[in-house]
Nanobody, 129 residues
């Protein structure tokens, strides 16, 4: 699976951005797709994840109610809609895929970056106060 993320940028606090992650390669039906973010000098932080079919979604407490993860059925793209952005949301955002089918979103393990074996390049999100 190849992943390509884009859509980052500079936005004022309270604004919105939508990140996109285009997936290509094998069938994704067993996959979990996730978004992580990372601030320089800190560990990669879980943001949100969903099953490829979209029947289950989970969010970090810090973004719950503000961010929404979704998928486009046509073009194999996973989105992260980010609303009510805060300066503390500033980070490089990464999309990731879990391709083994060994995990389910009911497991807290899927909030760990080392579970994911396919990563897109990061896209910078900067929220100004």
């Amino acid at each position: 699976v190849q992943l390509q993320a884009y859509g980052g940028g500079l936005v004022q606090a309270g604004g919105s951005l939508r990140l996109s992650c285009v997936a290509s390669g094998r069938s994704f039906r067993s996959y979990i797709m996730a978004w992580f973010r990372q601030v320089s000098g800190k560990e990669r932080e879980f943001v949100a994840a969903m099953t490829w079919r979209g029947e289950r979604k989970v969010y970090a407490d810090s973004v719950k109610g503000r961010f929404t993860v979704s998928r486009d059925n046509v073009d194999n793209t996973v989105y992260l809609q980010m609303n009510s952005l805060k300066p503390e949301d500033t980070a490089v955002y990464y999309c990731a895929g879990e391709t083994s089918g060994s995990y389910t979103l009911t497991s807290s393990l899927t909030r760990r970056a080392d579970v994911y074996n396919s990563w897109g390049q990061g896209t910078q999100v900067t929220v100004s106060s």
